[in-house]
């Protein structure tokens, strides 16, 4: 099975990265941002 990847996690008030418990005890506080896709496939020449 696949592993999610639930991306980092930020706080909104100071705008600093913040640990992932820390997002659970201040779901208002805190803004998860997910990474960018990989575009996988074959290279243009």
């Known amino acids: 099975m ?3 990847s ?3 996690v930020r706080s909104a ?3 600093r ?3 992932k418990g ?6 208002r506080e805190t803004v998860t ?3 960018k ?3 996988g496939g074959k ?3």
């Open 22 to 27: 820390e997002a659970k005890r201040n779901p």
């Open 33 to 35: 941002e997910r990474d």
């Open 43 to 45: 290279k243009k020449k």
């Open 13 to 15: 008030v100071s705008g």
């Open 2 to 4: 696949a592993k999610k």
């Open 6 to 8: 639930s991306g980092k």
């Open 17 to 19: 990265y913040v640990k």
């Open 37 to 39: 896709p990989r575009r």
